[in-house]
T-cell receptor, first 115, second 115 residues
């Protein structure tokens, strides 16, 4: 079974703090993704990575950065947390396109509250 | 660019009744379509996917969906609802690029099952 784990289920941070969200997958997937989930808006892609040290902006990258130093680990960084970044954050991974498996596998999510 | 519209943010069904969740998409290229389910306090789990084979796709837990190109739809159905089907359901379309299979999600439909 594919397993995607996220470092925290719940986080509470103060405005202006630097926040790190960590995601680890154990299936040797090339692609990894960070989404945020808000009621009524579904999931929106923040960043994704298709290889170590490679990254590409998603639909809402402002206020976020990412790091992928190892294939199994993808980190989301909030440089200076703001209250409008209070949300559920979901990490996902998948095999690369040409290998024919289009499914993304999701972690359990981190609910971040910024006060 | 791809987009997904899910009609109805909330659906209430009686146990044993038909479940019908609507999804319409727009895509400039032949789409790959997915339905995911999210149970409370969990990540997303794949229900089924359409990847240009059969237009009627069967998934887990008795769900199925039919791809209708002329209607740009991919509605999800289950003949008889069970209490365990209470969850949030997301339709997604894939945008294929060389770098990976990004998903664009609809806003989600929360299903309530009444005894």
């Amino acid at each position: 079974d594919v397993k995607v784990t996220q470092s925290s289920r719940y986080l509470v941070k103060r405005t202006g703090e630097k926040v790190f969200l960590e995601c680890v997958q154990d299936m040797d997937h090339e692609n990894m993704f960070w989404y945020r989930q808000d009621p009524g808006l579904g999931l929106r892609l923040i960043y994704f990575s298709y290889d170590v040290k490679m990254k590409e902006k998603g639909d809402i990258p402002e206020g976020y950065s990412v790091s992928r130093e190892k294939k199994e680990r993808f980190s989301l960084i909030l440089e200076s947390a703001s209250t409008n970044q209070t949300s559920m954050y979901l990490c996902a991974s998948s095999l690369k396109l040409l290998q024919g498996d289009y499914e993304q596998y999701f972690g359990p999510g981190t609910r971040l509250t910024v006060t | 660019a791809q987009s997904v519209t899910q009609l109805g943010s909330h659906v209430s069904v009686s146990e044993g009744a038909l479940v019908l969740l609507r999804c319409n998409y727009s895509s400039s290229v032949p789409p790959y379509l997915f339905w995911y389910v999210q149970y409370p306090n969990q990540g997303l789990q794949l229900l089924l996917k359409y990847t240009s084979a059969a237009t009627l796709v069967k998934g887990i837990n008795g769900f199925e969906a039919e791809f209708k190109k002329s209607e740009t739809s991919f509605h999800l159905t289950k003949p008889s609802a069970h209490m365990s089907d209470a969850a949030e359901y997301f339709c997604a379309v894939s945008a294929f690029k060389a770098a990976g299979n990004k998903l664009t999600f609809g806003g989600g439909t929360r299903v309530l099952v009444k005894p």
